[in-house]
Every structure is written in C-alpha cells, then in structure tokens.
C-alpha cells in the first residue's frame, strides 16, 4: 500500500466513489459489460459484475465466459493502482496472470476485490481475486503489474480533475 495521506492527495479516485466511477467508465469493454464499483479506499476497490445473459460463455451452463472474468480483474485492479496513486496520471496494464480455480456460479453476481500492495516510482503491484460469496472461496485470483504515466491517452482523467476546456 502507497504510504501517503488520502487528505492530501489530489487524486478525487483515492477515496471517492463516484469519481472512482467515472474512472471504471472511461474504460469502454467494462463500461459496456455493467461493470459497477461497490467500494473504494486508496488501493483498494471492490468491483462487481452483474450476471447477465450476454455475458455467458457456456449456453450449457450458464457459465461467464473467461474473457468477462478477465474485464472485471483487470479493471478492479488498474481502479486499486489509481486510487493509490496521489495524482491523477495514466496507467496501463503490464502483466496480468489469472488462475481459474473454478467456473462461476449461473446467474449470480461477480465481485472482485483488487488491492495495490506496493508502488514504485513506475510500476504498482496487484492481486485480485474474483469470488461470489466468500472472497475466500474465489472463482480465480490475480497478480498484477501495471505501468504509471504510461501515455498522454488518459481516458476522461481531465473530466474526473474538473477540467472541462477539453
């Protein structure tokens, strides 16, 4: 965890939910697949995903296809690297390793938590794990290594700094 006081920060993610919002919105595939942020902290979020018919990858079963898994860890976790951070910069995702422990369950809802466990001066460090009920019983759980200040793509960081000549 970042070692900095959420009070100064100028980053509006690090402990606003709304804003933290904002941020999981600007990625259009999460966006799109409904995925919503339950809880936020500076590094840390929770994250879930609706079930929904269109996401499934198994007709059979009612399975959540993989990919969908995938969207909702890798946004939790990029959401838990910002909101450690104490400006608002890009990020992107370097690494992300996923295990598959089981299928998820048919018609509930996916939740993720996602913690930054360290930062440097260009890398934060993740894991995740993707679960139902019991974030002890997961679904799959994650490493992750992603890249700060990345790129001048910032995806509506103007928006979520007030910024509105954009």
């Known amino acids: 965890m970042s070692s900095f006081d959420p009070a100064e920060s100028h980053n509006p993610i690090a402990a606003d939910l709304d804003a933290a919002q904002k941020f999981a919105d600007s990625i259009p595939h999460g966006r799109e697949l409904g995925i919503r942020v339950e809880a936020i902290a500076p590094g ?3 994250l879930v ?3 929904q018919k269109r996401l499934i990858g198994n007709p059979e079963t009612g399975v959540l296809h993989g990919g969908v898994i995938t969207t909702l860890i890798d946004t939790a976790s990029g959401c838990a690297v910002f909101s450690a951070l104490p400006d608002l910069i890009s990020i992107a995702t370097l690494d992300l ?3 598959y422990l089981k ?3 048919p018609r509930e809802p996916l939740r993720a938590d996602a913690r930054c466990y360290r930062l440097t ?3 934060g460090f993740t894991r995740a794990v993707a ?3 019991d974030p002890d019983d997961p679904v799959a759980n ?3 290594t992603f890249m700060m200040n990345s790129s001048d793509a910032v995806f509506g960081l103007e928006e979520l700094a ?3 000549s954009t």
């Open 44 to 46: 840390r979020t929770q």
């Open 49 to 51: 995903l609706p079930y």
């Open 97 to 99: 390793r996923i295990d």
């Open 103 to 105: 299928p998820a369950t």
């Open 121 to 123: 001066r260009n890398i």
């Open 131 to 133: 679960y139902h009920g």
């Open 142 to 144: 994650s490493v992750g």
């Open 162 to 164: 007030g910024d509105t």
